[in-house]
């Protein structure tokens, strides 16, 4: 609506797209409710990932970000510095009817990208690597969240071949396995499952002033606005009127899955598992 009253095109932020896709997603819902199943069982494994995460920012003797190191990097320095701040260990949780696997969700911190603007829609090496667990397990949904990984990504260990799509998808597939073949089973009944949830407010940062965005937008940069302006706007107004912000957990016997919103830096993560 910003970007409308701007007079400009709103790109990415039109909603019609999203609108379609709730609708969608409500009518996968509706038609899947009649062909529930019994689960009898609850699984967790994890295991460790090998050589795929890395911490974006790399930081200098001064304590000052030096560099980043982007899902992509060819600077051959910046890739040999260490990992830095990773969650390495793979959480899998599957739902079982007696022997059978119903589905498995696997959560592992990065984000997922390997190469991409190629116009062409695809799920990187995370679904290369869910899709070669499908394989291997073909009786189970299998389904993959990338965790809190904000400031996280494959840059150490991706120079932007295409050639390396498959390779980080194999090593995280390797994860998935033996997240797999760590489990641990145990039965699970209704009255050990709930959801619970917090609204919070998060407060926008002191330096955001919405004259100040007002007057950049007005004047109708593309560059700055789509950087972030409009947007940036659009939260401060929201957390002027009081909007608030869910946190969900699902809890199921002694597993826990917290849903975080937005695109949270791994620190949170960790200090959540903790």
């Not at 409710?33 to 990932?49: C, D, F, K």
């Not at 291997?136 to 050639?163: E, M, Q, R, W």
């Not at 955001?208 to 606005?225: F, G, W």
């Amino acid at each position: 609506r910003i970007l409308k009253e701007a007079g400009m095109n709103p790109r990415q932020y039109e909603s019609s797209f999203q609108r379609q896709a709730l609708s969608n997603l409500e009518a996968a819902v509706r038609r899947a409710l009649p062909r529930a199943q019994p689960i009898t069982h609850l699984g967790l494994g994890e295991a460790r990932v090998e050589k795929v995460a890395s911490n974006r920012r790399i930081f200098g003797p001064d304590g000052k970000v030096r560099g980043v190191r982007y899902t992509a990097c060819t600077d051959p320095d910046l890739r040999a510095a260490p990992e830095g701040t990773v969650d390495p260990i793979l959480s899998l949780v599957s739902f079982w009817n007696s022997d059978r696997p119903v589905a498995a969700l696997s959560y592992y911190a990065t984000h997922p990208q390997s190469y991409y603007r190629t116009g062409i829609p695809n799920p990187d090496f995370p679904g290369l690597a869910r899709f070669l667990r499908e394989l291997a397990v073909p009786s189970a949904l299998h389904v993959h969240f990338n965790g809190a990984g904000g400031n996280i990504g494959a840059g150490k260990y991706n120079d932007g071949s295409p050639t390396n799509r498959l390779i980080l998808a194999e090593r995280l597939a390797d994860g998935m396995r033996r997240a797999w073949e760590n489990t641990k089973r145990e039965p699970i009944t209704a009255n050990v499952v709930s959801w619970g949830t917090e609204s919070v407010a998060l407060p926008a940062s002191k330096h955001l002033s919405a004259e100040t965005l007002e007057k950049e937008i007005a004047q109708r940069d593309p560059k700055l606005v789509m950087q972030g302006d409009a947007s940036r706007l659009a939260w401060l107004r929201r957390c002027q009127a009081g909007h608030k912000i869910d946190v969900a957990c699902l809890k199921m016997g002694r597993a826990r899955i917290l849903h975080l919103p937005g695109e949270l830096f791994v620190e949170y993560q960790l200090a959540a598992k903790a």
